[in-house]
């Protein structure tokens, strides 16, 4: 922004020459002023350079002056500039409709030479105050967007491991507030990580760089997951303010021993599917993470099962379970098994869930991040 002090312009419309002499002599100590004859000749002028205040006289040759305020207010480009209407016509009715559409004062001639000012000050300072929030609105978007960028790259590893699992992941913001990881430990235990953190969007998303370093930077030095969980917990709460936590579900997949474990804080219940029908759910026993500090994580909220070839485990958010249709019912976790265990019968994608949950929301717009984890042998 430029240091130089900012000098307004006003566009002052009017087919009377007097008029137009009377109205530039009262405003030239107050702004830089654009004059036009006539309705068609004030569109030209607004088109090639926007005045931040428009005075409009209402008859005049071709279109007349309310022509003139509704086609700048039925244009997004010049909506926002804002008219005052100076005219001789003062029965209440004329009145009236020049705020139906959209002015935003109404001055009668002939006119008083310090209302005129005084009005005009009024609006030429509404107008500077809207441009500056439009200019700071402008600089805090590019800064948020900056940050953003900064943020996803931060949650991006190329030590995400994708063999033997399948993912569905879409977001509310760029900046979700789920977070998915998956990676190999030394031993060959597959590590594997979804969370939901409170919220969504910058304030939801900023813990998931600290997440994700504890995560890969641990399972690539052995640490059980159950250490692993500890560890982020107690950071969470280190760094973030309160009211900010994450929900998650942690597994450790033994493919060599063919045994599952799974730590379920805060998420709805995964399902894991044995030939194709739902025989156990991993119910939430533990508080998110980033809440209390040194969480006993084992043996209270770890739970082992046998994991056979041909199973099927999932894990979501509760932007799946929480989608809402027309008449504010949510989805739920029985239409989502019913829907699973018939994607499993027919050898569907896990992608056709996304498309079950688009027909069942309608017109409605996704609220909350939809993540799912599908994990097989």
Avoid at 10 to 31: G, H, M
Avoid at 308 to 333: A, C
Wanted: glycine share 6%; with cysteine; net charge negative.
């Amino acid at each position: 922004m430029s240091d130089s002090v900012y000098r307004p312009k006003v566009l002052i419309v009017d087919d009377a020459p007097e008029n137009v002499r009377l109205l530039n002599e009262l405003l030239k100590s107050q702004c830089d002023r654009q004059f036009a004859s006539n309705g068609e000749a004030a569109l030209r002028v607004v088109a090639g350079s926007k005045p931040d205040l428009i005075l409009l006289d209402v008859v005049m040759p071709g279109i007349d002056g309310y022509e003139v305020c509704r086609r700048l207010k039925a244009d997004p480009a010049t909506r926002e500039i804002p008219v005052i209407f100076v005219t001789a016509r003062n029965e209440s009715e004329e009145e009236t409709l020049g705020f139906s559409l959209g002015a935003v004062d109404y001055i009668t001639k002939p006119f008083n030479v310090s209302v005129v000012r005084a009005r005009v000050r009024t609006h030429l300072e509404l107008a500077n105050i809207r441009r500056e929030l439009q200019e700071k609105n402008q600089s805090l978007g590019q800064e948020r967007d900056l940050i953003q960028q900064i943020v996803t790259k931060m949650r991006e590893s190329s030590r995400f491991e994708k063999k033997g699992i399948r993912t569905l992941e879409t977001t509310v913001e760029m900046t979700a507030g789920d977070i998915l990881l998956s990676s190999i430990a030394p031993g060959g235990v597959h590590h594997l990580l979804v969370g939901d953190f409170t919220g969504h969007g910058l304030p939801a998303a900023i813990g998931a760089p600290i997440v994700s370093y504890i995560f890969y930077r641990m399972t690539s030095e052995g640490a059980p997951l159950s250490e692993i969980l500890q560890e982020i917990n107690n950071e969470l709460v280190r760094k973030l303010p309160s009211g900010i936590f994450m929900a998650c579900a942690m597994v450790a997949l033994d493919r060599s021993n063919r045994l599952v474990h799974l730590w379920n804080h805060g998420l709805p219940a995964p399902m894991l599917f044995r030939q194709h029908q739902l025989s156990h759910r991993f119910s939430s026993v533990g508080i998110p993470l980033g809440i209390r500090r040194n969480l006993v994580a084992k043996p209270v909220s770890e739970v082992t099962q046998p994991f056979h070839p041909m199973d099927r485990l999932f894990i979501y958010s509760d932007g799946v379970t929480e989608v809402r249709n027309e008449q504010k019912e949510m989805f739920g976790e029985e239409r989502l098994a019913a829907h699973l265990q018939e994607m499993l019968n027919n050898n569907l994608p896990l992608k056709s869930l996304l498309e079950v949950l688009r027909q069942y929301k309608g017109s409605h717009n996704f609220l909350d991040d939809v993540t799912v984890l599908e994990v097989v042998e």
